[in-house]
C-alpha cells in the first residue's frame, strides 16, 4: 500500500477540501449563530491543512512545522451512533455527525501512515492524524455542550 509521497499528499489535500466543503455546507443550513460560527471556524481549520499539505508538497514546508501537544478524546463519536443530517437536523446532530466525520479522518491518517516506512513522510501523517483527533476534540466538546447545556442549578 505504500505510495508515492505526491499520491499521499494528494489524497491528504482532496480530503481536507472535502472536510471544508462539509462544514461549510453545514454551516449555510444552520440557524444559530454559534452553530454557524463554530462550523466556519472548523471549515478555517481544514483550509488551513490544505494549504499546510500543499505547502509541504511544494517543498515549503517540513512535517516537523505542525505542532504536537496532547489531545483528550472523549470517545463520543465512537459510543454514538452517527446520525442522519437534515434540513431539520438539531445543532448536536450536526457536531455529532462533524465527531464521526473527524474520526474517520483520524483512522484514515493513522492507516496511511502505518503503510510507511519511518521517515518524514510518515512523521507528517502522524502528525495529520493528531490534528484531526484535535477536531474530533472541538466537535466532540461542541456536541456535549449543545446536548447537555449547563443548567442554573449546576
Known amino acids: 500500500m505504500v505510495k508515492k509521497v505526491s499520491e499521499v499528499l494528494g489524497i491528504a489535500i482532496k480530503r481536507e477540501e472535502d472536510a471544508y466543503t462539509f ?90 501512515a502505518a503503510a510507511h516506512p519511518d521517515g518524514e513522510l510518515r512523521h507528517l501523517l502522524l502528525k495529520m492524524a493528531d490534528e484531526e483527533l484535535r477536531h474530533k476534540e472541538k466537535v466532540e466538546y461542541l456536541y456535549s455542550n449543545t446536548a447537555f447545556p449547563q443548567t442554573s442549578g449546576g
Open 23 to 112: 462544514y461549510m455546507e453545514m454551516h449555510g443550513s444552520a440557524s444559530e449563530p454559534g452553530v454557524k460560527e463554530s462550523l466556519e471556524l472548523m471549515a478555517k481549520e481544514e483550509k488551513k491543512h490544505k494549504v499546510f499539505l500543499e505547502r509541504y508538497r511544494d517543498g515549503g514546508l517540513k512535517a516537523e512545522a505542525l505542532r504536537s501537544s496532547d489531545v483528550v478524546d472523549y470517545k463520543v463519536a465512537e459510543y454514538l451512533e452517527e446520525p442522519e443530517l437534515d434540513s431539520n437536523s438539531k445543532p448536536e446532530d450536526v457536531f455529532l455527525v462533524a465527531a464521526h466525520r473527524e474520526q474517520r479522518a483520524h483512522e484514515f491518517y493513522k492507516a496511511f
